[in-house]
C-alpha cells in the first residue's frame, strides 16, 4: 500500500462485518448520531432490511464515483484516521 500509484486505488468495502463475532464489537465503539436516529427500516425485519452498516477500508486516494446512495437513503460516516474530501451536489443537479 505505501507505495502504491494508482489513480483510483480499491478499497475494501464490507456489509457483513457485523456477522463476525470479533469485527462486531466495532459496534459498541459509536453510537448513531441523534440527526439520524429516524430510521423507517426500524418497521421491516431484520432479515429483509438491506445492507445499512459498512466497514471500509482503503488507501490513498480511495473513493467512489459519482452515485446515489442506495434505496435513496442517507448515511452517516465516521474517520478513523486519514481525511475524506467530498464533492455534493444540490438536488437539482442531474
Known sequence: LHTNKDDAPLYIFDSAFDEDKYAKRILEDYRVPSYFRNDLFRFISESRRPPYRWFLVGPER???????DPLATSAWNTL???????VLFPPHVP
Open 80 to 86: 478513523i484516521y486519514g481525511q475524506k474530501r467530498w
Open 62 to 68: 480511495s473513493g467512489t464515483t459519482v452515485h446515489i
